[in-house]
């Protein structure tokens, strides 16, 4: 009887530590394991290490993506992606379930410096009138 009293302290910490540690661990690498399954062809990824880019083919176990303005093209493990940053229009269209994406902010074109330098110098003679 007192060895039973003593493991019920032991049996009550490894249920609490199933429930607070090991249990939101495999929901959360489920998750994952699902959106890495579920990437198909014009998703918007990141990688483990950082990279940006579209998936432009998909293969069984990787698949390649497309990086930079140069669109250099190369072949990526699935277990590699950390993270899907805009869906495919073909997706968004099925899943109406999926919030809106916002839109992207994209930057103002960079003017070149002869421009630069001819609207310094119109500014300047209309001060100067």
């Known amino acids: 009887m007192d060895a039973l009293i003593q493991l019920v302290p032991l049996l009550l910490l490894i249920v609490v530590m199933y429930f607070?540690?090991?249990?939101?661990?495999?929901?959360?690498?489920?998750?994952?394991?699902?959106?890495?399954k579920s990437l198909q062809v014009g998703d918007?990824?990141?990688?483990?290490?950082?990279i940006c880019g579209k998936i432009v083919k998909t293969k069984d176990e990787s698949f390649i993506i497309q990086v930079?303005?140069?669109k250099v093209k190369f072949e990526m493990m699935r277990w590699s992606?950390?993270?899907?940053?805009?869906?495919s229009p073909r997706r968004e269209s099925v899943d109406d379930v999926q919030e809106e994406a916002p839109k992207k902010i994209m930057p103002k074109r960079l003017r070149k410096s002869s421009d630069v330098e001819e609207m310094e110098a119109q500014e300047s003679s209309s001060e100067n009138e």
């Open 44 to 50: 918007e990824i990141v990688t483990i290490g950082g």
């Open 81 to 87: 992606v950390s993270s899907v940053t805009k869906a």
């Open 20 to 36: 607070l540690m090991i249990r939101p661990q495999k929901k959360k690498d489920k998750q994952i394991q699902d959106m890495r």
């Open 68 to 70: 930079g303005a140069d």
